[in-house]
T-cell receptor, first 113, second 116 residues
Framework: DGGITQSPKYLFRKEGQNVTLSCEQN?????MYWYRQDPGQGLRLIYY???????QKGDIAEGYSVSREKKESFPLTVTSAQKNPTAFYLC????????????FGPGTRLLVL | AQTVTQSQPEMSVQEAETVTLSCTYD???????LFWYKQPPSRQMILVIR??????QNATENRFSVNFQKAAKSFSLKISDSQLGDAAMYFC?????????????FGEGTQLTVNP
């Protein structure tokens, strides 16, 4: 089946630890996005990438890093500099062009121990 | 910068009845797209409906339709014949049409409860 997968479903981070969230898509989409969702709030953009080996900061990029070495993959690293990482993280992808619509993965819940 | 506002944190509807969720947005652009996404308890974001700003005709997808008022910058979602499975958080979102691959700006959401 075509779609977007995120892993793991739940992730626990210890203080001072970097953790990486996986996002893979087999939709042949050019653009990929990472959003953060806090309880009772809408989604906020962390990073996005329109093409391999290129990405841009979103509204809340501090404490996060990404890479885009392959079209299918857009991993997000939550670094120790992110002081409040507990949230739900959603990955999305879209084709480029006029009719692009973002489709979302199932999300990863990150908790701090 | 664009902003999206959903003024109803919570709404409820009786099964089989109709409910309308409100959304307003602020933009200086003329070319843009508007979306409604649904987030059920599984937390998967599901696209419900989209509207191109250049189209005057309101979008419709089965029981879901929108009332797009461009001059008023209003984009409401009407759910007809509400079903228990419609219970979810609904998010209104805006995307610029002036640049490809641009971000979505979300409202804060409306929690819809469907009563049997």
């Amino acid at each position: 089946d075509g779609g977007i997968t995120q892993s793991p479903k739940y992730l626990f981070r210890k203080e001072g630890q970097n953790v990486t969230l996986s996002c893979e898509q087999n939709l042949n989409h050019d653009a990929m996005y990472w959003y953060r969702q806090d309880p009772g709030q809408g989604l906020r953009l962390i990073y996005y990438s329109q093409i391999v080996n290129d990405f841009q900061k979103g509204d809340i990029a501090e404490g996060y890093s990404v890479s885009r070495e392959k079209k299918e993959s857009f991993p997000l690293t939550v670094t120790s500099a992110q002081k409040n990482p507990t949230a739900f993280y959603l990955c999305a992808s879209s084709i480029q062009g006029v009719r692009e619509t973002q489709y979302f993965g199932p999300g990863t819940r990150l908790l701090v121990l | 910068a664009q902003t999206v506002t959903q003024s109803q944190p919570e709404m409820s509807v009786q099964e089989a009845e109709t409910v309308t969720l409100s959304c307003t947005y602020d933009t200086s652009e003329s070319d843009y797209y508007l979306f409604w996404y649904k987030q059920p308890p599984s937390r998967q974001m599901i696209l419900v409906i989209r509207q191109e700003a250049y189209k005057q005709q309101n979008a419709t997808e089965n029981r879901f339709s929108v009332n797009f008022q461009k001059a008023a910058k209003s984009f409401s979602l009407k759910i007809s014949d509400s079903q228990l499975g419609d219970a979810a958080m609904y998010f209104c979102a805006y995307r610029s049409g002036e640049t490809s691959g641009s971000r979505l700006t979300f409202g804060e959401g409306t929690q819809l409860t469907v009563n049997p």
